[in-house]
């Protein structure tokens, strides 16, 4: 209204012809701009929400390693590990870092910045954070899994003939490294199934599955380090879920657990006296689930032949952000950043969160992993004789 007045004052001396003529101008002037602005909006939602089906190789180096060679994502980077060593590699091959060791058995397992590789029936593990050529530790009984901390501090679970002890080290320190030890005997605590350390680590959960005559029980143990753990010998918490096979305990974030198990999931917080967040279960089948620090992705399979799939996937709140129909054909599924990758020996799928398809490619070479690079439109590709880096295009 204050813009029209100032209008018609400033042109009250032309005539009505004129006024009109410039009532159309500026009209005119607003229509353009109004269409630019929904042009704009038009091709920025285009090109967020495009869908790519090829692809352009920006580099390729060949593998010299063999089928003993393992890889998995790390900080957007790749670790390569075999019985022989670990190194860190960028997405042309490159190396970044190296540790040397001898294993048999290797397991890896990353957190933040450092990274530990154990030896699985062994009795030694590595710590690497990227500055040196590792720290070592022998253990007094065989290693069965071990996680990190952000600071290096190791969780390792250790096999006996008749009992279990998860063992917190500091390999950084000379003067005490076994910081604690939590005993377990299976006939009365169960087996334990899985476990992992809290970012900070000053939490562990573990999984066991106890026998009692005829009866399974499948339940976790939540253990704080903290003045208030110290007060409950370490112990602040548990919760059975009946005969529900427990198959992964995973921490989301700081504070946030997930187990998962052949019903669904659930989310504890607040470690130093967990609290149950939500509990999602599901009717049909679960084909497949993953996580990062964000959100919760889980498959079902439905129909006469289990071939009707439905992807689900929660914020840490358990809040549903995504329902959506799928088709893929996958034997993988992993969560990176807001995208949801699937890839099977031949075919990769890439989903946004908004539920937009953003990948979808037939390769001829067989995949290992297709892991995402700081550059989201760029990929690293994992192939049985290369590695090669590659830009999504269009066909």
Not at 209 to 235: M, P, W
Request: hydrophobic fraction near 35%; glycine fraction near 8%.
């Amino acid at each position: 209204m204050v813009a029209d007045m100032i209008f018609f004052r400033r042109n009250s001396g032309l005539s009505e012809d004129a006024k009109k003529k410039m009532r159309r101008r500026v009209m005119l002037v607003a229509l353009i701009v109004a269409a630019a602005l929904c042009a704009l909006f038009v091709l920025s939602y285009y090109f967020s929400n495009r869908c790519f089906d090829s692809y352009q190789v920006e580099s390729e180096t060949e593998r010299s390693d063999s089928s003993n060679v393992h890889y998995t994502y790390f900080n957007k980077n790749i670790l390569k590990y075999s019985r022989s060593g670990i190194s860190a590699i960028d997405n042309t091959g490159r190396s970044l870092w190296n540790g040397g060791y001898e294993m048999e058995q290797p397991q890896v397992d990353t957190c933040g910045e450092f990274v530990v590789a154990a030896d699985v029936k062994g009795k030694q593990f590595y710590v690497y954070n990227g500055k040196d050529e590792g720290t070592g530790m022998e253990t007094t009984l065989p290693i069965v899994r071990a996680k990190v901390a952000d600071q290096g501090v190791v969780a390792a679970l250790l096999e006996d003939s008749d009992s279990n002890v998860l063992n917190l080290y500091n390999p950084y320190s000379t003067a005490d490294s076994l910081l604690v030890e939590i005993p377990s005997n299976v006939s009365e605590e169960g087996y334990p199934l899985d476990f992992d350390i809290s970012p900070d680590g000053n939490s562990i959960v573990i999984a066991y599955l106890a026998v009692s005559g005829n009866t399974l029980e499948n339940k976790v143990s939540f253990y704080n380090f903290t003045e208030v753990g110290q007060d409950k010998n370490t112990l602040v918490g548990g919760k059975s879920f009946g005969d529900s096979v427990i198959s992964r305990i995973e921490f989301l974030g700081g504070d946030t657990v997930a187990v998962f198990h052949e019903k669904g999931f659930s989310l504890f917080e607040r470690m130093k006296q967990p609290d149950l967040l939500c509990e999602q279960t599901f009717d049909e089948e679960i084909r497949s689930m993953a996580c990062n620090d964000e959100y919760i992705a889980v498959v079902t399979a439905g129909g006469k032949d289990r071939e009707n799939l439905t992807l689900h996937v929660y914020n840490l709140r358990g809040r549903e952000e995504l329902s959506k129909k799928i088709t893929y054909e996958y034997s993988d599924m992993e969560i990176y950043g807001d995208e949801i990758l699937f890839h099977s020996s031949h075919n990769c799928n890439i989903l946004r969160m908004n539920g937009h398809d953003k990948f979808n490619c037939h390769f001829d070479s067989e995949l290992e992993a297709v892991y995402p690079t700081a550059n989201g439109n760029i990929y690293t590709v994992v192939d049985s004789s290369s590695i090669r880096k590659i830009q999504l295009a269009a066909g």
